[in-house]
Structures are given as structure tokens and as C-alpha cells.
């Protein structure tokens, strides 16, 4: 039922046009994806999952709403998926980078060097923010695992740099999306 839904219908519900959909069931098919059996019941498609996970994203649907219009077990739905490639950066290097306290005896170097920081956590900022208005499901992460939303994070930024490009609908500016314009996240 989902998959025969026309254009706009699709777009509304997963986020992404069915072009974009079948690209990335094909690109996660071929890394290795696979239907799987969960608690002795019939397997999951790939096509499926990745319409669920995409489901899960898009909409703030309970676990127990998702598996009902999914046809799948809550357990089955409540399993996710990390979508990335080999060129991700490895999160055993992470650092935070902030800006020098002020004292009123900052050089000018380290005035430059604040004021760098602060624009670029503009960016971020406004990046997040179109992250979280496609993707509904980062307005209110349910998950309190530190990992599942570090990877649902992850995930939703993947899947905005798949889908942003001059065929991305937006419901709210029919007339072209202004995040057209910006580079990918």
C-alpha cells in the first residue's frame, strides 16, 4: 500500500521521493543489507526496513503505531540500522573545540578565533534546525541510549545530504525550498 502511493502522498509520509527511496534500498542492498527473521517470524524485506526506518524518522508514530501499519512485530519495529559508508569519521577521535573566555585580554588573533567558532556554530545550528524540520523524529528523541541517538543523529544527516538537491519537495515553499542553496550537512 505504501509503495503504490502517488508522488506527493509518498513524500509527505517518508521524506523522500520514491526515485530517492528506491536509490537507497538499492546502494543499502548491495553494502550488505539484508531481510532478517526476528523472533521465529517471517522475514523482513530490505524494501520494508528501510521504508520503516524512513517511517520512524519522518513521524513521531509509538513503536506499537509503527508495527501495526508495518505489519511487523513491535520488537521487529523497534530495530535500527545505521546508515553510513567507509568514508564516515571514526567517533574514537572526537574533540569539542570552544571559543576563549573573554577577560578583556584576548589578541586579536583569539578574537578571530571566537568569532570563527561562533559562525560556525551558526552553521550547525541552522543545519540541525533543517535536520529537524524534515525529520520528526529529532524533535523528540525517545531513545535515551547515548549510542541509538548519536546514530539516529547520524542517520538523519545522511539522509538529508541524500535528499537535498533541486527535486526536494518542501511542503512549506512550494515556489523552491531556500535550504536548496546549502551545502550538504
Known sequence: MLFHMDEHTFYRHLRVTHAQFDHLVEVLGHQGLKGYQHDGGLEIPVKQKVALFLWYMANQNSFREMSDKFNVSQSSAHRYMLLGDSAYISRDYTFIITP??????????????????????????????????????????????????????????????????????????????????????
Open 100 to 185: 576563549k573566555r573573554d577577560n578583556g585580554a584576548l589578541t586579536v588573533q583569539d578574537q578571530q578565533r571566537n568569532t570563527n567558532i561562533c559562525r560556525g556554530r551558526v552553521v550547525v545550528e541552522q543545519a540541525f534546525g533543517r535536520v529537524k524540520y524534515k525529520w520528526r523524529r529529532m524533535r523528540d528523541l525517545q531513545n535515551t541510549r547515548l549510542d541509538v541517538v548519536v546514530m539516529l543523529i547520524m542517520s538523519a544527516c545522511m539522509l538529508h545530504n541524500l535528499c537535498t538537491g533541486p527535486a526536494d519537495m518542501c511542503e512549506d515553499h512550494p515556489a523552491g525550498c531556500p535550504c536548496h542553496e546549502d551545502e550538504n550537512i
